[in-house]
């Protein structure tokens, strides 16, 4: 018979700066629960760990570049691609993620975002959303479902959100898929599955945000949002779903597909070099 | 289309490890996801409290060698603060 | 007159709308000078909450809390954490079901939250410790106080507010001598907000 | 239901707050911002106040579009405003620019922070002072104010809106941190007794035909301000941010250029007494002179009346405008003072400018910033200097 | 019998600054043809002259703003969209058209375009495709085919261009059309229709560049180039061409699909006001 | 075919020619940018030339991209720059500002218009030096330089690749249209006699445990400047853009603020005299000093010879870095000289510094650009003030 | 799918009207394309330039009486310098 | 000796490479101080096209044309816009079939398109003139020229060039006096450059 056992160190320590823990984000947030997913990937990958670099933006879900305990950018809201773009291009012997926010991606970051993908940029982009930017107090923002409240929207949200894979297909990603906080295994597999795809990959993952997003939308915590998830989502196997419906509505009983949209083989990006260059 | 996310583990009884679950206490900010979800319902909320104040999981009473080893709530922990080893011996 | 406040609890306690309150009772209906101050930020998210408050007969320029002359914990972690920053003088302020204070150190205590909880509304536990926080410090007066209750919170909460305020208000009075801020001579050494 | 556009009364209010209630109550009716700590309250309080009165709340995807969105919905006539910290700022320097160029009153807040870069989100700075000056490539002109209370988040974001106006200029508020989340009294005039300076406006009526007969680009030598047309109005204007003659049209010639940028920063520099704002504490026979503005400024007006207590005859001249710089006044100044110390949460900017016009080396009460700096170093400084 | 007549007035010259011509585009140029279509549809289009407003950003094609005799706004590089925005909800009485370039649109502006696209703003843009950065002297952009050459491609471009109308759709345009320099009529008539289609309208007209594009790409001049849209273009009635066909190729044997792409009854962005406000 | 890396020899060569061929011969591998006149010939003829030599050119999206993915491919270990004008300049000042925060050395060419806004595409101009100084948001410090002919086009960028390595920093190089598009001899040493300083770099292994056991901020007293660590090297870095301590941890106290904002400028300031290059003409005896810099130093020289002619003794300092600013140098120079002109392509930037640091009113040459100034205003000025 | 570009005119013969070409000379840049695609070919090359030196369009020898005012030429002359009036009278 | 040449035409005629070799002769092989400058910008796009050269024995500070010592013109509308400009001594070349000078005016001429085509390249007209324009002024050699030829145009069309740049050097012999410059004497008024 075994009560609970108390320990001081946790079997993925290594992959992350333990020395930083407990880590700044909330109770209940999901972003922790997707750096474990993307720190396990990395320990599967088969890749040195010296070979995994994190670039983050700024913003709760950028703060995943100073716990991750891999060579670590957290850089400009907003510019965690173009520069990862940099980084990659110089070295592409590294495997470059971008770990970063909806807001930061998306709102600021939206154009870097389109053309890395048009480019098909061999980066790996993790991208968290919880519909709100959480990091300056949960406003709303580009992924923000039209309605919803938010701290600039005290009236609910005037605008429409992005349908992010679709707008990602669109811009010319080679891969795009969409899971939750509880889709574990599957955003782990996935984010693996990416490291091995060639090409601009964007795996989006819904994640709590209880003090921003939650606060404001009747969503008490970060276990009703898990739950949430677990009785809505809706597993989409391959074209069966317009990219229409994709767009997220968490407030209404509609269906969140989530699972993989795009898997295309276009060559990534390669810088032109002349054969017999020094 | 298949609902997806309510069958995380496979449950199948044959060959069922045991889990010892492991918890950081000082890490938990008792979020409960982890007792939440746990398909065993091995964990429930504690009534103490660790230096932050949170209460974090403990092995509800009679659950004792419930735990599967199924690392779920490793897996959904968002504080790297719990996680299973599979315990030696006999299985179920 | 320069009197430094810090009132400190979890969040969701109400403790940022308590120092609104008081703050403007003090601004306003006394028309003494007063600022407000808070933690900002992510590093001050994880669950503590605190406000600051300086109020003086004179110009205030340094707006920072250094060594409170009151400190007002609704928490263990709070008191913890502020009890060393205080005046030698400070009146100390503590939720006697959620904080147990050293040994030796001298607390006016209130079970704020089983009085609210008996009013119906653990909400207002805030509010019965304002109450008992005025009576106590005679910093500003019962009036102000209402009403600033008055023209702060949503106005079908009114009634409720200032009963829970007139609890805390009347526990003072009948557990403890008031009046408490005037007798204590500032020994403390000057912070920089002193000068 | 109906809602009050001005506040009128006393407020225990944030400063931030502050600073949105100033803009309503001066007629902004459009703000376009993003957020960033720790400006966002300014946001969200005009989030919700800008639908009670009729205005527009648009939350933009970046500070770019912000900087842009304010200055076409100037041209359409609004009152307009964004609010930012450090980082947002680098953001609208082009913008700001264009801004300056085409001559568009707007006002852009910056509640400064500890930098650069990303630095120190929640805490305070004063270091993008000197940014607020030369950011934007090219020379130029602009005005800034610096606010060291929530009373004067709303009395200067008044005054921003009007200066604005008056010259065609966007105005910067260059507050911090400090002032921006510090709650104090602020007493909100009744509605008539607040300032409404107008636009200057075009008096002829348009002639309709266009092609050049109309110069909305000609200003008249007095104050060197040509009156503002809107989009809509029948003049078919044109706006360009290429260098451009009085019918603004481009016009690509170094003398073209040499007028139009020189009338630009002149406009204000001629109109600087209009514009400038100080506050001077003891100066009448200080020996020592205090430089400070914003949140640092309460520190220092504190360390001088204790220099006075010990009989010291230091004096604070508060900056309440930090541009245009007042020469003039420093000009004086330096005739019969001596030693000049200027605070600042940063490592020394403004305190330049005064090196500069004084013809004399300031000392230096500098911090890089995350901190307000206290009266104590002040006060040293004076007693060091005396 | 007639001989040519000379004239100095053109029947369109009241709805441009004729004072200002000939203008500063090469010979060949189509953003002429197109400002031409602009200038017409306003005549058609029973809103008076005084309410339509034009904002361009930088480029060659952003001098349209410069050479309309409307309220016309010259902005910065990339930026005309977010100052369309404002103004047009300052004023929304106004009729704001953007006119720009392929690369101040889709470049540097892309941010704006797929955030205003997004949001639904009532607002008309005419996007000058000639696939290169014609004002800096025919550089490579977002819409330059791969492998095409630019004065920064010397060897051919390394990127896969935008596909704008999918893209266009995918972020949450209301109306997505594309046309040439050739489909006069048609681009005059799209424009015309888009002043009676509330929300964001995107009109894509291909048009020679000789100078930039043509010169580093064997077409001629813009005489050719047009040749090039009569032969190649096909016109697409409603869903018969899948969205990853209408990427543009103008070196290749393909067919350049064109047509109305999107046309949806989106409300358009409104921010909000309260009842009764002031 | 192989291609050759450094083109040893005599050319006739373009400004912006020589700029690109210069980074090529120190190194440079990797270009990101967007065109912008008249830079854009940089671009050009990096697209042609990097492919040949191994090197990545990627035209990114807008200046922004461009200025993230140079930081980015620094920390890749590359030789990087990016080429723009004013407006693309005022849009890299945020990330600017991280490239000093994160000490990455990357190299940015300002070839300046006519300005402020879209101004004056293909004319000249000097008005953005304050910017550079100023732009970003903060105070830190950075290192610029300004050639005045092709020949440092080549030259001053070889430098400007080895300063940024050497101290961790950006390097700006402020030219301008006519420099960048001038046409004139260029002579190219051979390879071995192109100087390359190495970054520093740290001399242990990494231990491969990360959790802060490395300090890739921990800068030697004798420089200030740490050693850099790329990515992929074992050390498990991290860089932020948040105040961070000497791991390179988040930090966010004033005290580490202080800290560390205080060395990064002390780093510039610190090893001035190794950054700084003046060209001193006829400074031995000079009582009247002009000062200049690019296109207008040329003018200047000219002037000062002509007014050599007429007996009047006159001396040229031309800056050939800005900044730092030559601060001690001027002090002594203010010890024996009265006079002071300065001739710039904008009203007055440089001039600013030299009235602050040499304490007297200077007189200013000033045009607001579009066309170079010619010696003739220069020489009267000298005269003026015989 | 149908070819468009090919038939942007209606060319049905009963009740053409008649077009009187009009240029403004110096707004010319003679880049042919109102010469190339009129599709009554009425137009030529002239001999002559303008000021700037480009060679405008002129009418065709035998065209004089061609043009069926389909304005198609000034429809795409980039240049707002090339436009037709009806001509009164008789249609053909 | 500082000297202002300025070449100008129309797109296509290959006025900016003979600006470039020239200015390479000068600058490289005859070791003279030269600048060549151009105009930029949309508003130079009309179809024109001009490179301006300055040389000299000693530096060059301002390096701008403004009265040129040797003018070509390769078009009427480069005659027209650039005649005026030219120094009152200066040497006028002009394209025989292609510029019409005025009447009054002495200018030197060459049918180097004619010459071109009959070469089989009208490509080349520009080195046919620029051959004529060596002789003609002597400002740099037939060999440095050459070797700024061999140096510049791709090399497979280097003998076509040089054979171009022989006719057109051939015929100034033949129907001019050469080494014009050195007998003229520059009474213009000194421009800013000239200072
Ligand atoms: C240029 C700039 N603008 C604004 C900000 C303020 N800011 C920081 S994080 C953030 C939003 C983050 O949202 P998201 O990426 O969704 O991250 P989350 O916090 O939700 O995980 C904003 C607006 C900034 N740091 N820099
Ligand atoms: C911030 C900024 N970056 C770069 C430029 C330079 N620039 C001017 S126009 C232009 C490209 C224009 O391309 P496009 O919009 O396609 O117009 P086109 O000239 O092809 O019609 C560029 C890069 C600028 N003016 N401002
Ligand atoms: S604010 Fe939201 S996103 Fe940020 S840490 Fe808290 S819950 Fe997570
Ligand atoms: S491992 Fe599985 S069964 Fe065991 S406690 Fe965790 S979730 Fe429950
Ligand atoms: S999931 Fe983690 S943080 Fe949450 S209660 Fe369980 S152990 Fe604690
Ligand atoms: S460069 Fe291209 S786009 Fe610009 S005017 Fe010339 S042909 Fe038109
Ligand atoms: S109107 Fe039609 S027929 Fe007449 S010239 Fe023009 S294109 Fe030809
Ligand atoms: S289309 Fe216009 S510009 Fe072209 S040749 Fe005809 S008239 Fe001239
Ligand atoms: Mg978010
Ligand atoms: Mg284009």
Not at chain 1, 213 to 230: P, Q, T, V
Not at chain 4, 18 to 34: D, K, L, P, S, V
Request: proline residues 6%; glycine residues 10%; contains cysteine.
């Amino acid at each position: 018979m075994a009560s609970i056992q108390l320990s001081n160190q946790h079997p993925l320590d290594s992959l992350i700066r333990s020395d930083r823990l407990p880590h700044i984000w909330c109770p209940g947030c999901g972003i922790g629960i997707i750096m474990r997913c993307y720190a396990q990937a990395i320990l599967e990958s088969g890749i040195s760990q010296e070979k995994h670099v994190v670039v983050s933006g700024i913003g709760c879900s950028g703060r995943v570049a100073g716990y991750m305990n891999i060579d670590s950018y957290h850089t400009t809201h907003g510019r965690a691609i173009p520069f990862a773009v940099g980084l990659k291009l110089a070295k592409p012997e590294l495997m470059v993620t971008v770990f970063s926010g909806d807001g930061d991606l998306t709102a600021i970051g939206g154009n870097h975002l389109i053309h890395a993908a048009r480019r098909n940029v061999d980066i790996k982009v993790v991208c968290v959303n919880n519909f709100n930017y959480g990091m300056t107090g949960g406003q709303v923002g580009p992924t923000t479902p039209k309605g919803a409240r938010g701290t600039t929207a005290p009236y609910g949200n005037p605008e429409l959100p992005f349908n992010l894979p679709y707008l990602m297909g669109a811009a010319g990603a080679n891969y795009v898929s969409r899971w939750t906080t509880i889709h574990v295994r599957q955003t782990k597999d996935d984010i693996l599955h990416s490291f091995n795809h060639p090409g601009f990959t964007f795996i989006e993952v819904l994640a709590p945000c209880p003090i921003g997003f939650g606060k404001s939308n009747n969503i008490n915590d970060g276990l009703e949002e898990m739950e949430l998830y677990r009785d809505r989502c809706v597993l989409v196997s391959d074209g069966d779903v317009r990219a229409e419906e994709l767009t997220i509505d968490l407030r209404e009983e509609r269906p969140i597909y989530v699972g993989n949209f795009i898997d295309r083989d276009q060559p990534p990006y390669r810088p032109i070099h002349l054969e017999n260059a020094q | 289309m298949e609902v997806y996310a309510r069958t995380p583990l496979d449950l199948e009884r044959m060959t069922v490890p045991r889990g010892q679950v492991f918890i950081i206490l000082e890490r938990c900010k008792g979020c409960e996801i982890c007792i939440r979800f746990c398909p065993q319902e091995v964990l429930q909320v504690s009534t103490g409290t660790n230096a932050k104040g949170y209460h974090y999981p403990e092995i509800a009473p009679g659950k004792e060698d419930a735990c599967v080893h199924c690392q779920f709530c490793a897996l959904v922990c968002p504080e790297f603060a719990i996680f299973t080893l599979e315990k030696d011996g006999d299985p179920a | 007159m320069r009197k430094e406040i810090r009132i400190a609890g979890f969040g969701g306690q109400g403790v940022a709308l308590t120092g609104r309150i008081l703050g403007k009772a003090l601004a306003i209906y006394d028309g003494l000078e007063t600022v407000m101050t808070q933690a900002y930020g992510p590093e001050a998210r994880g669950g503590a909450s605190s406000v600051n408050l300086v109020v003086s007969d004179h110009e205030i320029a340094y707006p920072f809390v250094q060594q409170p002359d009151i400190l007002a914990a609704l928490s263990q972690e709070a008191y913890t954490k502020f009890r060393p920053s205080v005046k030698p003088s400070a009146i100390i302020i503590i939720e006697q079901d959620l904080v147990t204070p050293a040994s030796d150190d001298e607390c006016f205590a209130i079970p704020a939250t089983r009085i609210a909880e008996e009013l119906g509304r653990r909400i207002v536990t805030n509010i019965v410790m304002l109450g008992f926080f005025t009576a106590l410090t005679e910093l500003t007066t019962r009036h102000s106080i209402e009403k600033a209750i008055k023209t702060t919170v949503k106005e079908k909460t009114i009634p409720l507010n200032l009963q829970a305020f007139a609890a805390g208000y009347e526990y003072a009075l009948s557990n403890f001598q008031p009046h408490l801020l005037d007798t204590r001579e500032d020994t403390g050494a000057a912070g920089a907000g002193q000068v | 239901m109906t809602y009050r556009t001005v506040l009128t009364g006393k407020h225990f209010m944030h400063g931030d707050h502050a600073c949105a209630e100033g803009a309503i109550a001066a007629g902004c009716r459009f703000f376009g911002g993003y957020p960033i700590t720790p400006s966002t309250e300014i946001a969200e309080r005009l989030a919700r106040r800008l639908p009670e009165v009729g205005g527009v709340f648009i939350q933009m995807e970046d500070e770019l579009g912000s900087m842009a969105a304010i200055l076409g919905a100037s041209c359409g006539g609004k009152r307009v405003m964004t609010a930012t910290s450090g980082p947002g700022l680098s953001l609208m320097m082009e913008n700001l620019g264009l801004g300056v160029m085409l001559e568009v009153p707007c006002v852009v807040v910056d509640v400064q922070r500890g930098s650069p870069s990303t630095g120190l989100p929640t805490m305070p700075g004063q270091s993008d002072v000197m940014q607020a000056r030369w950011g934007s490539h090219g020379d130029y002109a602009l005005v800034a104010y610096s606010p060291w209370s929530p009373q004067e988040m709303f009395d200067l974001t008044v005054l921003a809106f009007n200066i604005a106006d008056r010259y065609r200029v966007p105005v910067l508020l260059m507050t911090d941190e400090v002032v921006g989340h510090m709650v104090e009294r602020v007493i909100i005039p009744p509605e008539d007794q607040i300032d409404h300076w107008p636009r200057k406006r075009p008096t002829g009526r348009p002639s309709g035909s266009g092609n050049g007969s109309f110069k909305p680009f000609s200003a008249e030598e007095a104050d060197l301000v040509p009156p503002m047309v809107h989009a809509g109005e029948g003049y078919r204007l044109h706006f360009t941010g290429l260098t451009h003659d009085e019918r603004g049209y481009p016009d690509m010639t170094a003398e073209t250029h040499q007028r139009l940028v020189t009338r630009l920063v002149e406009k204000i520099n001629r109109n600087a007494d209009q514009i400038i704002r100080i506050d001077p504490y003891y100066m009448d026979d200080a020996q020592i002179v205090v430089v400070a503005y914003g949140c640092t400024a309460r520190s220092a007006r504190r360390a001088v009346r204790l220099a006075r207590e010990r009989g010291i005859p230091a004096g604070l001249l508060r900056l309440v405008s930090l541009w245009p710089f007042p020469e003039q006044l420093f000009n004086q100044l330096a005739a019969n003072i001596e030693t000049f110390i200027v605070a600042e949460m940063n490592l020394g900017q403004m305190a330049l400018e005064v090196e500069r016009v004084t013809k004399r080396p300031v000392k230096g009460v500098f911090h890089a910033g995350g901190e307000m700096i206290a009266p104590e170093p002040i006060l040293k400084a004076i007693i060091n200097n005396e």
